[in-house]
């Protein structure tokens, strides 16, 4: 049984899911063949391509995507942004947070694996009045006046 969804592109993406370990912009971009691929048959408007993309992106991601929940897109249906924007801020938000996974395992990581040397042992110290003899001159006896 095959559902009728207007043309067999509009169907593909419709259907289409984030793979997983597909990055979003990778998603994106299979989805925006897709899509135009619909439009040139008719089942898409120009007019509703940036609506019906933001859609599917935020339907067919996978579930709880920091991506997609730090660019806030769910909340940005009603005024979705272009192709063009929209790749651009999920490109620069996958570079940030790959950044800050490589600065966290950089952090997380001991400094170095060689061990510490070994401090040597305290050496025996003359007492600090042995120290002082040599640098106190002798006065002479006083002399009764």
């Keep these: 049984l ?3 969804c207007g043309t067999e592109h509009y169907c593909k993406f419709l259907n289409s899911r984030q793979q997983r370990g597909e990055k979003i ?9 897709l899509l135009q691929r619909a439009v040139m048959r008719g089942a898409v408007t120009a007019e509703q391509m940036d609506q019906t993309r ?31 924007q929209l790749i651009k ?19 997380l990581e001991p400094a ?19 120290l002082l003899e040599p640098l106190t001159p002798v006065l002479p006896s006083s002399q009764s006046v």
Aim: charged share 25%; glycine share 2%.
């Design 112 to 130: 170095s694996t060689m061990p510490l040397p070994m401090a040597s042992p305290p050496q025996s110290r003359p007492d600090a009045c042995s």
């Design 25 to 33: 912009s990778a998603y994106i971009q299979r989805l925006e063949r």
């Design 89 to 107: 801020e999920v490109r620069e938000e996958e570079e940030r947070q790959a950044a800050s996974k490589c600065w966290e395992a950089q952090t």
């Design 54 to 84: 933001l859609a599917q992106v935020v339907r067919g991601t996978q579930y709880q995507n920091p991506i997609l929940l730090h660019l806030r897109l769910r909340e940005r249906q009603e005024h979705p942004p272009s192709y063009s």
């Design 2 to 4: 095959k559902l009728y």
